[in-house]
């Protein structure tokens, strides 16, 4: 599901921003945007997003500045890293017959050249202005994550109805078709000059009892009226309902193939087309849900 929030807090001189964006995705996927001074917080930043997302591809971008009485944080170059660095890029350089030079952007992109004289102390006290903008651009992410929610649940709910009439049309068309068959067999026999005296001759109803436990969807029809029931029960949840309708809809297609297959006419087959047409537009909508 897709939603966007931002949120502020300004502690110990500390003024903190983060924004946090999320889009669908079947999974659940963190980007960490912030500044390096932020490492050792990423853990408990994680924890805390993904206490409220289970599913989506979710940025969250953090930038920090320093206000009045905020005590600076001190880099330091280490120069025995920057040294071991030189060296080898030198000497990959020569090996590979490229151009030598070495810019001081390019040291200072490289992991673990700078160094800081943060304690644990100002991790702790940069927690708490990051904890308290995190949770207000979770809080406006969501926000919209539920208006989206709402439209979906209302197609999806229509994509049911429809294949609920469709199961109508299906169940209320089935006890057709072996009577049908019995007519239509009746009729080929006497049509090859066959003897048919007594159509409830023991053959016969053999024949069409036989026709009649091959084609009965009876089961397959039961189910998915279960499988809308469920999600039903998914709409009056309040927990996340997202796999859980991935799985409703594989269940579902699995019994529409299988009514399909034993379909013997017309009328069934189209509803069971109608039935994949609006089950593949459930499946859609169904992997954007949280």
């Known amino acids: 599901m897709t939603g966007q929030g931002r949120g502020e807090c300004v502690s110990n001189g500390r003024h903190v921003t983060v924004e946090i964006a999320s889009v669908n995705r079947k999974q659940a996927e963190f980007n960490f945007n912030f500044p390096r001074s932020f490492d050792g917080l990423e853990p408990r930043l994680r924890d805390l ?78 927690w708490l202005p990051l904890r308290h903008a995190t949770e207000s651009a979770l809080a406006g992410m969501l926000a919209m994550r539920e208006r989206e929610g709402a439209n979906l649940a209302r197609d999806l709910v229509s994509r049911v109805e429809g294949m609920k009439a469709a199961v109508g049309a299906v169940r209320a068309q089935a006890p057709e078709v072996c009577q049908r068959f019995r007519a239509q067999l009746i009729e080929k026999l006497r049509s090859a000059g066959a003897h048919v005296g007594n159509p409830e001759d023991d053959r016969l109803m053999k024949e069409i009892v036989f026709f009649a436990d091959r084609s009965d969807i009876s089961e397959e029809l039961a189910r998915l009226e279960s499988h809308f029931e469920q999600f039903q029960d998914c709409l009056n949840s309040s927990e996340p309902v997202g796999r859980t309708l991935d799985f409703l809809a594989q269940e579902m297609n699995r019994e529409i193939n299988t009514i399909g297959s034993k379909a013997n006419d017309s009328v069934i087959s189209k509803n069971v087309v109608t039935l994949k047409t609006e089950l593949e537009r459930f499946r859609e909508q169904a992997q954007n849900v949280e």
Not at 76 to 94: E, F, G, I, P, S
Not at 105 to 112: A, K, N, R
């Open 49 to 126: 997003v993904g206490m409220s997302v289970s599913r989506g591809r979710v940025s969250i971008k953090v930038s920090l500045e320093m206000s009045d009485g905020g005590a600076p944080v001190h880099a330091r170059l280490n120069r025995r890293l920057v040294k071991t660095y030189v060296d080898d890029l030198r000497q990959l350089a020569c090996e590979l017959s490229l151009d030598p030079a070495i810019s001081i952007g390019t040291i200072l992109g490289l992991p673990g050249v700078l160094e800081t004289d943060q304690t644990e102390e100002d991790l702790e006290a940069i």
